[in-house]
């Protein structure tokens, strides 16, 4: 199972940008597809989260600005981001859990990460 995520670029405060996140692979299920950021000197923290019933979890600082959704069919998450701050600027990775693939001869679960991709933003 491989994830590609790609969107991020230089984008001006209060502009806008579309992360996406494709899952490839034998896949038969995938539970929760979700975003985490890391910027330089800190931990890796989770931006916003869906599960595959469309529930979805936002870190409290992206609530109102960022939306969160997937296509189940093309295994894609998205992650729209709107009125975007500095503080935004980080790499962006996308995870999913509870992968269910058919390796070999059988099913098995994993939880898989993306590449990240760059977001700055920045005048």
């Known amino acids: 199972v491989q994830l590609q995520a790609s969107g991020g670029g230089l984008v001006q405060p209060g502009g806008s940008l579309r992360l996406s996140c494709a899952a490839s692979?034998?896949?038969?299920?995938?539970?929760?597809m979700g975003w985490y950021r890391q910027a330089p000197g800190k931990q890796r923290e989770l931006v916003a989260i869906i599960t595959s019933g469309g529930n979805t979890n936002y870190t409290d600082s992206v609530k109102g600005r960022f939306t969160i959704f997937r296509d189940n069919a093309r295994n894609t998450v998205y992650l729209q981001m709107n009125s975007l701050k500095p503080e935004d600027t980080a790499v962006y990775y996308c995870r999913a859990d509870n992968v269910i693939s058919y390796q070999g001869s059988h099913y098995l679960p994993g939880n898989y990460w993306g590449l990240g991709t760059q977001v700055t933003v920045s005048s």
């Open positions: 692979g034998r896949i038969f299920s995938i539970n929760a």
